[in-house]
């Protein structure tokens, strides 16, 4: 038995605009992902999605909960804490020669390493799924490509290989806690 799970990316934000890493910011999307939303809004509704699984940070929660559909708020989905660095530009961080030496490993100063946070949001994750039906995660980059890389079975340091734009969405078919196909990734909802 297998159910349609689909991963869709947070829309854009101003400070992730400016190539920042924003962490545990809670910031909404900017003023062009707010005007994209009813669009992405209709074509996920056309999904038959059932249920909506999110994070408590409002760029992804607000969405979730707009979409009318029975949701999970899990704040164990949050996006990766980058600590000091959240909100500040790649370009303006002086000392990051070693976490981006190691980026699956290492901590930024006052976050968490990105092993840990795919591991607290496949936890989330694998507790939320025992019920059937099409389901959305409405998250973050760093916990989507986390998730995706466990069910195709690819190593953390792959799953930072990924691209995953503003709502940007994924599709796979899940049949067991560790198994799935997928469909197609990274497909741009709201612009067609």
């Known amino acids: 038995m297998s159910a349609p799970l689909y991963l869709l990316r ?16 809670n910031l ?3 003023p062009e992902g707010a005007a994209l939303w009813p669009k992405v809004k209709s074509e996920l509704l056309a999904l038959g999605i059932q249920r909506v699984l999110t994070s408590d940070l409002d760029r992804a929660r607000q969405h979730a909960l707009d979409l009318g559909i029975p949701a999970l708020v899990l704040p164990l989905l949050a996006e990766q804490a980058f600590g000091e660095w959240d909100g500040v530009p790649w370009s303006e961080i002086s000392d990051s020669e070693a976490f981006f030496a190691d980026p699956v490993k290492q901590v930024p100063p006052g976050g968490e390493s990105f092993v840990r946070c795919a591991e607290r949001a496949l936890l989330g ?5 025992a019920e059937d039906g099409p389901t959305l995660v409405l998250a973050h980059g760093g916990p989507l490509r986390a998730i995706l890389a466990h069910f195709l079975g690819l190593s953390l340091e792959r799953a930072l ?7 940007g969405l994924s599709a796979l078919e899940v049949y067991s806690p560790n198994r799935a196909v997928l469909h197609f990734h990274n497909h741009p909802m709201g612009r067609g």
């Open 161 to 167: 290989d990924l691209a995953w734009q503003p709502f």
């Open 28 to 30: 909404p999307v900017s």
């Open 125 to 129: 994750l694998q507790g939320a799924l």
């Open 10 to 25: 947070h829309g854009p934000t101003a400070a992730s605009q400016k190539g920042a890493p924003l962490g545990r910011m």
